[in-house]
């Protein structure tokens, strides 16, 4: 299967700082997305990218699908954006693979 | 339109009981997944189905674990009976079979066994 791995696992920040957070995968893929799950668990769809970049709001991630990597970026950070940050990957429509998560805390 | 709908989203039993946990998938989703998400990990696939049809269910410990999609709408899982180790959050998603495949998530049932 595909082997996903996400980077760093954990992150502090200060309110108002930026940061990158990023997602190596092993094998091609055409379904990449990333999911925020907030305090209560619930995984929230943040991007479907399979490749290119998408900007929504404070949030933009690009997939570099020849080079295997895709990267969110959060701007301008909130503490509502706190939580863990996963990328899942699959090739055609067989099972997804997810990475181990980046745990996000934004301090006021 | 209405998410994934899951159900409960708590449930505490003790030890060798059973338990069983519901799930709505978006409508016209065809295709159905229960995950297994334990502290501090990611999401961890148990099976998926195809309509009714369990396309993957080789991670599902068949021994005490039990699915099913009967019209290839909602679905259940089973455990029974329950061990110590059970405890965890019980996901289900959904997504088109064809197009995009984006893949959607319940809210997830907190599965505690004491």
Do not use: C, H, M, W
């Given at each position: 299967?595909?082997?996903?791995?996400?980077?760093?696992?954990?992150?502090?920040?200060?309110?108002?700082?930026?940061?990158?957070l990023r997602c190596n995968f092993s094998d091609s893929v055409n379904n990449l997305q990333w999911f925020h799950q907030n305090p209560w668990g619930q995984l929230i769809n943040l991007f479907y990218?399979?490749?290119g970049t998408k900007q929504n709001g404070r949030l933009s991630a690009t997939t570099v699908a020849t080079e295997r990597y895709s990267l969110l970026y959060i701007s301008s950070s909130q503490t509502t954006d706190s939580g863990v940050y996963f990328c899942a990957a699959?090739?055609?429509?067989?099972?997804?693979?997810?990475?181990?998560g980046t745990k996000l805390n934004v301090k006021p | 339109e209405a998410g994934v709908v899951q159900s409960p989203r708590y449930k505490i039993i003790e030890k060798k009981q059973p338990v069983a946990f519901w799930c709505n998938p978006i409508s016209g989703h065809n295709t159905l997944y229960w995950y297994l998400q334990n502290l501090g990990q990611g999401p961890e696939l148990l099976i998926r189905y195809e309509n009714e049809e369990a396309v993957d269910d080789s991670q599902l410990p068949k021994d005490r674990f039990s699915a099913e999609r009967l019209k290839g709408v909602d679905s259940t899982l089973k455990i029974q009976p329950a061990e110590l180790g059970d405890s965890a959050v019980y996901l289900c998603a959904s997504s088109?079979?064809?197009?995009?495949?984006?893949?959607?998530f319940g809210e997830g049932s907190r599965l505690t066994v004491l």
């Open positions: 299967g595909i082997q996903v791995e996400q980077s760093p696992p954990d992150l502090i920040l200060q309110e108002g700082a930026n940061s990158t990218i399979p490749s699959r090739y055609n429509f067989n099972k997804f693979y997810f990475g181990s | 088109f079979t064809s197009g995009s495949g984006e893949l959607f």
